[in-house]
Nanobody
Framework: QVQLQESGPGLVKPSQTLSLTCTVS??????????WTWIRQPPGKGLEWIGY???????YYSPSLKSRTSISRDTSKYQFNLHLSSVTPEDTAVYYC???????????WGKGTLVTVTL
């Protein structure tokens, strides 16, 4: 059974960097065909795709967030990370990590973690 768990601070100050970690169990984050993804949902709004890290280690980001986003991984810890810089209150959202497969789409999700950007 694949499980994902987000962790990180629930409060971040404006202009700082939001950093989250997703810990994966039951799968390798370097396995072929799986893309480890970050998604967020601001309060009262729909889901927004942030980006993913591919099995090769290449990363792909949403054009609207690309200049502020970095996704990395630590294969020894079965973790991948999100860093979003220069945050504003508009970055307040529930952040999810998920596994994407081209056949099944987003098939496994973490429970999500609320990050609030406030002074």
């Amino acid at each position: 059974q694949v499980q994902l768990q987000e962790s990180g601070p629930g409060l971040v100050k404006p202009s700082q960097t939001l950093s989250l970690t997703c810990t994966v169990s039951g799968d390798s984050i370097t396995a072929s065909y799986y893309y480890w993804t970050w998604i967020r949902q601001p309060p009262g709004k729909g889901l927004e795709w942030i980006g993913y890290i591919a099995p090769s280690g290449n990363t792909y980001y949403s054009p609207s967030l690309k200049s502020r986003t970095s996704i990395s991984r630590d294969t020894s810890k079965y973790q991948f990370n999100l860093h979003l810089s220069s945050v504003t209150p508009e970055d307040t959202a529930v952040y999810y990590c998920a596994r994407f497969n081209s056949h099944y789409g987003l098939d496994y999700w973490g429970k999500g973690t609320l990050v609030t950007v406030t002074l």
